[in-house]
């Protein structure tokens, strides 16, 4: 039930993400996100657009099917940071591909050494004074595997134990592998803490032991111990090079959960923050028919500053939301709030207009809870100005998308469009939607339509480009995809101060490996808006992609810190690289420092979970010995 703000083009800002869970797959998060109502980190707007898929924030990129906790760990697979899938290294993980079956672990294990063999209550070779101790234990086993494959786990236990008992103390494999069939047949009983256990002496006798690393990752499991889990899933990935499906999708399971129960606790304790200016500016600029963030007009003016150009006015004194008008125009954002109270409690003239504006900016701050109580009471005032209803309509539609309930968005957007046809702000937010639930036709009839009411609407044409591009490159269809490139440099000409335009076509070329011309547009970008933050970590990136220069990688994503220290995008971006160089406490710190920043529950959700899978990994090296290859 929490948000962060929407109706905007934040995006573009570096104020950033809904994610993990945050915005849904498939959006790609560029210096001009081409998402704006969904104004987010992006955490989840970072996604490859060939791995995209509709609402659910699952994660994925490039083919690999690998969530980004994932990727941070694998050296060579795609990092999904920003515009595509940017690669560092090679990539040998994605090359590997395929990965093992999720049925590959057979249970319970066969012989560890040679060893007799023969049916249930069968007399095994040699006679029992003639065997060996470790040959003894070992015709245990294998009648205990027998009475296991024949579903009688009880007499499989006591083989298992017996075998455990004769088997000579050295024989630390042997041994092993006894305790992790008998941890087999306790599991089958749901003896979960037996489990445990015996996956745990197993583990000590032999500490790379993957089937009893994975079996005790899934008891604590169903014990509720996630962060045991976490670390023996993270251990058992490692040791099997992130190619086992199954360890895999535990290891997201498990993330994603410690993530949402520490994001539910700390986001009820959060202070409130509001973004940087360059966020909130760009945010309002995606709205071309938004009343709230029109300048005061002459009327609205005090009597004594009326004639005054080019200077703050005064408004008159009685009115808050007046007041709120002019501390926007100045830019004193925090006081905006209070003084749209103050018009709410006065049931003043502007009381629709105060509603919407502090609605607006509880968004910004990430209060989703304490916004739709006003966009509701907006949205049911129909003697207000139909504009000032659609535009609510606009934001809680967003809003309930960053919280994936996209029913109720799509009604929201509907009912805009049936309240007020003519306003294209109605379009160009409902084709954002379209694209989020993988419906590109739709997408890109509302965009025409939204170009139709405002021929000179850049931001609509860039994003329609990017439907087609995108609709294009996921149907591997290579005229497609030159008709789209072809149409991205029209918008650029036609629209040569429209830094969205430069940012998505940055992210096709990239697609296309044509890195060079991509950094140049990165550059015109900067160039357009030198304050925004996110296009220099989205420059950075292509670095490493492109030339594997880490050095100036990290130097432009410090610049974006630098320009912009509310840059949630930079310091998740940072931590994910400091975990590929294997610096996991940098990493660790620079998560912390997103998670701060986290406009959202499932934003802040989504960063815990990469923060927790570099802790787990510190916790394996200091254990096994155990690290993923680094930079």
Known sequence: ?????????????????????????????????????????????????????????????????????????????????????????????????????????????????????????????????????????????????????AGKYEQAIQCYTEAISLCPAEKNLDLSTFYQNRAAAYEQLQKFTEVAQDCTKAVELNPKYVKALFRRAKAHEKLDNKKECLEDVTAVCILEAFQNQQSMLLADKVLKLLGKEKAKEKYKNREPLMPSP??????????????????????????????????????????????????????????????????????????????????????????ANAAKPDLDQVISMEDANVKLRANALIKRGSMYMQQQQPVLSTQDFNMAADIDPQNADVYHHRGQLKILLDQIEEAVEDFDECIRLRPDSALAQAQKCFALYRQAYTGNNPLPVQVAMKG???????????????????????????????????????????????????????????????????????KAIEIDNKCDFAY????????????????????????????????????????????????????????????
């Not at 809904?18 to 992006?42: A, I, M, W």
């Not at 992210?507 to 933050?533: R, V």
């Not at 096994?624 to 290859?629: R, S, V």
């Open 1 to 149: 039930d929490t948000a962060a703000p929407a109706g905007g083009r934040a995006g573009r800002s570096g104020g950033r993400k809904l994610s993990p869970d945050p915005c849904p797959p498939g959006v790609p998060r560029v210096s001009g996100d081409p998402f704006p109502s969904l104004p987010c980190r992006g955490r989840r707007c970072e996604r490859v657009m060939a791995a995209s898929k509709p609402v659910e924030a699952t994660g994925g990129g490039g083919g690999t099917g690998l969530s980004r906790w994932q990727l941070a760990l694998v050296l060579g697979a795609p990092i999904l940071l920003g515009a595509g899938a940017v690669y560092l290294w090679g990539r040998r993980a994605a090359r590997r591909g395929g990965g093992k079956g999720a049925n590959e672990r057979k249970t319970p294990e066969g012989r560890a050494s040679p060893g007799p063999s023969g049916g249930i209550g069968q007399p095994d070779g040699p006679s029992h004074e003639e065997m060996s101790p470790l040959d003894r234990a070992q015709a245990a086993k294998n009648k205990g595997n027998k009475y296991f494959k």
């Open 278 to 367: 360059q966020f909130i500016k760009s945010y309002f600029s995606s709205f071309t028919d938004d009343i709230i963030s029109q300048p005061l007009l002459k009327g609205e003016k005090s009597d004594e500053d009326k004639d005054k150009e080019g200077e703050a006015s005064e408004v008159k004194e009685n009115s808050g939301y007046l007041r709120a008008k002019q501390y926007m125009e100045e830019e004193n954002y925090d006081k905006i709030i209070s003084e749209s109270t103050k018009e709410i409690e006065a049931k003043g003239k502007y009381m629709a207009e105060a509603l919407l504006l502090r609605a607006t900016f509880y968004l910004l701050i990430g209060n």
């Open 488 to 558: 991205f440099e029209d918008v650029i000409k036609k629209f040569p101060k429209c830094a969205e335009g430069y940012a998505l076509y940055a992210q096709a070329l990239t697609d296309q490996q044509q890195f060079g011309k991509a950094d140049e547009m990165y550059d015109k970008c900067i160039d357009l808006e030198p304050d925004n933050a996110t296009t220099y970590v989205h420059k950075g990136l292509l670095q490493l992609q492109w030339k594997q220069d880490l050095d100036k990688g990290l130097e432009l994503i410090s």
């Open 572 to 631: 998740e971006t940072m931590g994910t690289i400091e975990v590929q160089r294997g610096n996991l406490d940098k990493a660790i710190e620079m998560f912390n420092k997103a998670i701060n920043l986290a406009k959202s529950e499932m934003e802040m959700a989504h960063l815990y979970s990469l923060c927790d899978a570099a802790y787990a990994q510190t916790e394996v090296a200091k254990k096994y010995g155990l690290k993923p290859p680094t930079l």
